[in-house]
């Protein structure tokens, strides 16, 4: 990112962190696919596509970046190990897309090197068609439920195609799905009892409730903040909010004058203005000020030493509040804590930082960090597409197999010609690298031995959808069934789930129309 950042050329960019990203993808996929892009023919593609050449100069830029630095990256790593990790035998078990720098490493490394994928006579395979994607979810969470009560100890797994950026989402349908399995008592369904599973996706760390407040109370230190966002921060538990009431008469008087945003020095103001016993203002005016006239926060530093001035920052706006923590929001600091010490390690890359760079280095390593809390061991998994290929299930349902998201559309990377990518079976090149992406991983989960059901939605954004062509091509060669059982049979499982399902829609039905409504408005408190 500091390359392009940089680059003359890249000021016409309007996204520079995402098109580092994609960059960097595009850099590593070349040298995984041990792919020169200055020797020819390569050189001369490259050359021919303006996105390509531009990159050319990003990665040229970088390594001498690297060379001036005495570093190199992770895959030209592993070529300088080599002559130490010598061995007879290599048994790759279960490596369904291994890149051509590492598979012909490996064949240096040993004598023979055998592909191995494990496999298990097919279980039953079921076809299951949903009107929605929300009844998707519901009828997933409600089949963990049954299978949860009825094999406790069978090893169960649903899988969400892009799970990591709808995790909430799906976790409220799945539990919603799950508690239609209870116990139904004089029409009333009641949750089971405590039925646990563990969900792979976590969220950024930047959003957790702790970390959100800690990079917000840093930044009123040099950014001005919206009243509404200093409303909120105000309010939060995670700082020292003894005097939150007095706070509450500075909002007031911001929001009379009209204020949509605060600056730094306007809220300070505002703090010491507002009278109290003591005098003096506000706590938090007299934090401010403190911090205002050290001078170390003025000065640069290299990122190590902010690593200890925003601690001590955050002790002196007291963070993280006076209430007793949860054990999710202190793994949420301990994770808080590794993100400072990444901070400190972006010494031997950057140079010394002023404070309001400082924090925005320090919130990007927030916002890419992944918090997944710490859970109990349980053998229902909740995980995405990708992160299923590798294990073996008893049951397992598979979401989103519609014909227009399975497999994937293609996605090439905009900083490598195509033709290479395309040539070269790059990820993600063409619709029929997705194919066979898309079937192989299938005929993973088929052989897996899982009794698997593939569901898919009949609508999404009003258009009609059908089943993936591939679900069609594997019910074929499965003797327990096709895709026209999911419109043609309705098991016992089936309509268990529409009774269910009526039910909950009957009851949301009733709260919804309350029998008592409200009084009508009189025209007095109408025209009030």
């Known amino acids: 990112q500091q390359v392009i950042e940089k680059n003359p050329a890249s000021a016409a960019l309007l996204r520079p962190r995402a098109s580092a990203q994609l960059a960097s993808d595009a850099y590593k996929n070349l040298l995984l696919w041990a792919l020169d892009w200055r020797s020819e023919p390569l050189a001369s593609q490259f050359r021919y596509d303006v996105d390509a050449q531009l990159f050319v100069e990003w990665a040229q830029s970088f390594e001498d970046e690297l060379t001036a630095r005495c570093m190199t990256v992770m895959p030209l790593l592993v070529d300088v190990l080599q002559p130490f990790a010598r061995c007879e035998h290599i048994v790759l078990a279960e490596f369904n897309d291994l890149s051509p720098r590492y598979r012909r490493l490996l064949k240096q490394q040993a004598q023979s090197l055998q592909d191995y994928q494990f496999q298990s006579a097919p279980g039953e395979w079921q076809v299951q068609a949903c009107d929605s994607e929300r009844e998707e979810l519901l009828q997933a969470g409600y089949w963990l439920a049954q299978n949860m009560q009825q094999q406790s100890q069978s090893s169960i797994g649903l899988l969400v195609p892009g799970l990591e950026s709808r995790r909430e989402s799906v976790l409220r349908l799945v539990e919603e799905g799950m508690a239609m399995a209870g116990q139904q008592q004089d029409g009333v369904v009641f949750a089971p009892a405590e039925l646990p599973f563990n969900i792979s996706a976590g969220v950024p760390l930047a959003s957790c409730g702790p970390i959100r407040s800690a990079l917000d109370l840093l930044s009123l230190c040099v950014e001005s903040v919206e009243v509404p966002a200093l409303v909120g921060l105000l309010n939060s538990r995670y700082r020292d909010n003894r005097e939150l009431m007095l706070e509450q008469t500075m909002l007031h008087r911001l929001y009379r004058r009209g204020k949509v945003e605060v600056s ?265």
């Not at 963070?319 to 949420?332: C, D, F, K, N, T």
């Not at 993100?339 to 002023?354: I, N």
């Open 264 to 528: 730094p020095s306007l809220l300070r103001h505002e703090c010491v203005s507002v009278e109290t016993q003591q005098g003096g203002g506000l706590l938090l005016g007299q934090q401010l000020q403190n911090l205002q006239q050290r001078r170390d926060l003025k000065q640069r530093h290299v990122p190590s030493a902010w690593t200890a001035l925003f601690s001590e920052c955050l002790q002196a706006l007291g963070w993280p509040g006076r209430s007793a923590l949860g054990s999710v929001e202190y793994q949420q600091i301990e994770h808080w804590g590794q993100a400072l010490k990444q901070l400190g390690e972006l010494d031997a890359v950057c140079e010394t930082l002023d404070y309001r760079s400082a924090l925005q280095q320090l919130r990007q390593l927030a916002a890419d960090a992944v918090f997944q809390p710490r859970t109990s061991r349980s053998n229902v998994q909740v995980l995405g597409l990708l992160e299923g290929a590798g294990l073996q299930f008893d049951h397992l349902w598979v979401c989103g197999m519609s014909s227009a998201d399975w497999p994937p559309p293609a996605n090439p990377n905009p900083f490598i010609p195509g033709v290479i990518q395309v040539s070269n079976r790059m990820p993600h090149a063409n619709a029929e690298r997705e194919l066979d992406y898309a079937r192989s991983l299938l005929q993973h989960f088929r052989q897996s031995g899982a009794n698997m059901v593939a569901s898919f939605c009949r609508q999404a954004d009003d258009i009609e959808l059908g089943p993936s062509p591939l679900l069609e091509y594997f019910s074929s060669a499965c003797e327990s069934g096709s895709t026209d059982g999911a419109d043609q049979h309705e098991t016992g499982a089936r309509q268990a789930w529409s009774e269910s399902w009526q039910q909950h829609r009957d009851r949301l039905s009733l709260l919804i129309h309350d029998s008592d409504p409200a009084p009508a408005v009189s025209a007095e408190e109408g025209t009030r």
